[in-house]
C-alpha cells in the first residue's frame, strides 16, 4: 500500500449553513420530521412519527400505515427516505423496507424485525443495520437476506445490535463485498452467500487499533477503518493492516470520500487523507 500524506485542519468551529426559505406544507401530517427527500421530478417526500408526506408544490397527499392493506405502509415511522430507480422510491419504517412505485402507487413491503439504525446502498442493492435484529440486504433481484449475530457461529456478523450514531457502517470493495463497522470489530461479508469473517484486535496481531470500530471507506484497494482509537488501513490486496500514527488516540467520528481525497472527522479535528505524490 502506498504510504500516505496526512494533513490535519484544527477544529474550531464546523457547521454547514444553508437557507431554504419559508416552506409551507399543507396539511403535514405531523411537525416530528424524521427525514426528507426532494426527487428529481420535483416531489418532496417528508418522513414524520405519523406517515409519509408527499408535496408537489401545491397539495400534499399523506400516506399512512393500514393493516388492511398489503401495499400500504408498515408502520408510520418513516426513517429513512432515498431514491431507489427512475419511477421507485424507497422508504424504510420501523416494520419494513419499502419500494413505492410512482406508476401504481403501490408499497412492496419486505418486513424487517427492528428499527432501522443505519442504510447504505449500491446501485438496487440496499443495506440496512438495525437496533437488535441485525443486518438486512434486499439484494438487486429483491429477494431479502437476513445477517444476525450466532454466538454458536464464527461465520456470522459480530453482533446484531446498532445505533444510530454517526459514521458511515457499510463499505464497498471493488467486487461488491460488504466491510461492516461495528462494536464488536470489522466485519467482511461476501457478497455471493453473505458468509462473514470477523476482525478483532485479537486476530489481528493487535494491528487494529480497537474493536469499536465507528467507519469504513473504501478507496482504490484501500479500506480506511475508523475507530476510537485511531485510524487503521487495511490493504485488501495483502491483508495487511497498518496504523495511521499522526492521529494520536482520537476518536474518529466519520470518514468520507470527497472527489479525489478522504475526510476524517474526529471530535477535535478533520484530517484531509492524500497519496504522497
Known amino acids: 500500500m502506498s504510504k500516505k500524506l496526512f494533513i490535519s485542519y484544527l477544529l474550531l468551529s464546523f457547521g454547514f449553513g444553508q437557507s431554504l426559505g419559508d416552506l409551507s406544507v399543507p396539511n403535514l401530517s405531523s411537525n416530528t420530521i424524521y427525514s426528507a427527500f426532494h426527487s428529481r421530478s420535483g416531489i418532496l417526500w417528508i418522513g414524520t412519527d405519523q406517515g409519509l408526506n408527499r408535496f408537489d408544490g401545491i397539495s400534499n397527499d399523506v400516506f399512512r400505515s393500514n393493516p388492511f392493506s398489503e401495499y400500504a405502509l408498515n408502520g408510520n415511522r418513516a426513517w429513512f427516505i432515498d431514491h431507489y430507480s427512475k419511477d421507485t422510491l424507497m422508504v424504510i419504517t420501523d416494520n419494513a423496507i419499502h419500494l413505492f412505485g410512482n406508476k401504481d402507487y403501490k408499497f412492496n413491503r419486505y418486513n424487517i424485525d427492528s428499527r432501522p439504525a443505519h442504510y447504505s446502498k449500491l446501485g438496487k442493492e440496499l443495506w440496512i443495520a438495525t437496533y437488535s435484529s441485525g443486518i ?11 445477517l444476525r449475530f450466532d454466538p454458536l457461529d464464527p461465520f456470522t456478523v ?14 464497498y470493495d471493488i467486487e461488491g463485498n460488504v466491510w461492516l463497522a461495528t462494536n464488536q470489530g470489522l466485519n467482511f461479508i461476501q457478497s455471493s452467500d453473505n458468509t462473514v469473517k470477523r476482525f478483532f484486535r485479537s486476530n489481528t496481531d493487535n494491528l487494529l487499533l480497537s474493536d469499536n470500530v465507528t467507519a469504513v471507506v473504501f478507496d482504490d484497494g484501500v479500506l480506511y477503518i475508523g475507530t476510537d482509537k485511531g485510524l487503521n488501513y487495511l490493504d485488501l490486496a495483502t491483508g495487511q493492516f497498518t496504523i495511521e500514527n499522526n492521529i494520536n488516540n482520537e476518536s474518529v467520528i466519520n470518514i468520507v470520500k470527497k ?18 505524490v
Do not use: P, V, W
Not at 438486512?136 to 437476513?146: E, F, G, N, S
Not at 459480530?158 to 463499505?171: D, E, L, M, P, Y
Not at 479525489?260 to 487523507?273: A, D, G, H, M, T
Open 259 to 276: 472527489d479525489e481525497e478522504i475526510l476524517l472527522f474526529s471530535k477535535e479535528n478533520i484530517y484531509s487523507i492524500k497519496n504522497n
Open 136 to 146: 438486512y440486504r434486499l439484494d438487486a433481484q429483491k429477494k431479502l437476506h437476513h
Open 158 to 171: 459480530s453482533t446484531s445490535n446498532f445505533t444510530s450514531n454517526t459514521g458511515n457502517k457499510f463499505a
